[in-house]
């Protein structure tokens, strides 16, 4: 009989759960709802939203709201202390409303964990050198609905560097706290011993150039987020953000 799969991601987040204060948890884009079971039996008092009702496992447990992504969340403003929102928005063409949406639940000193494919570690940044796609996100869309017209909302459509989520967060005034990842890869350490010293030159001489010409940028700040283990290693991107 073949063993289920460790889920890496779950173990992340409820790791990163395990050290934070209780409070009122939204599990937005909860699926089968096994992040919102763990969350509730860690303490904390869990709603869970998806459009599907029929696939959440959990309803004699924790109350579950049906909700459509493309329209207003069915919560009251500043009611969440956490809003989980788990590898959701690679999936999705209005981020910023969602984002928008998140921010109206989440009370004052919210926090939100977000996670994605991380697309920046040393593994993806070479499938796009040598295949223009990177992890997750290899299978072309078009042709892809064509033979499974039913499944494109499990199509990853929209890849996200941590750069543009950033501003994401920042232009709804999420603040980014912090960055950590699910599962380390060390094969890829092997890769770094061999790519670290144009890796770092590059990103040194644009933080020299960019001074040079007078730029306004430093790009000491990103550049040390992007050099990080969890980008260079990680499988996923989790971002902790504070409202």
Known sequence: MKKNKKNFLLEAVVNLFTNLPKGKVLDLGCGDGDYAKRLKDLGFDVVASDMDYNRFKYHKVIPFHASNLEKELPFEGAVF???LFLETIEHIYNPDFVI???????KS???LILSTPNILNLNSRMRFFFEGSFDFFREPILDYCKVFPSGLQNMHLIPWRFQELEYLLFKNSLIVENVYTDLMKPKLKFLWFI????IKFASWQKERRTKRRGG????????KILLS???LFGR???IQAKK
């Open 109 to 111: 000193g919210g926090v």
């Open 229 to 231: 283990k969890e980008l």
């Open 100 to 106: 928008g949406q998140i921010k109206r639940v989440l």
């Open 216 to 223: 306004s940028i430093d790009y000491r700040r990103i550049n």
């Open 195 to 198: 790519l670290a010293p144009a």
């Open 236 to 238: 996923h991107l989790i």
């Open 81 to 83: 202390d956490y809003v």
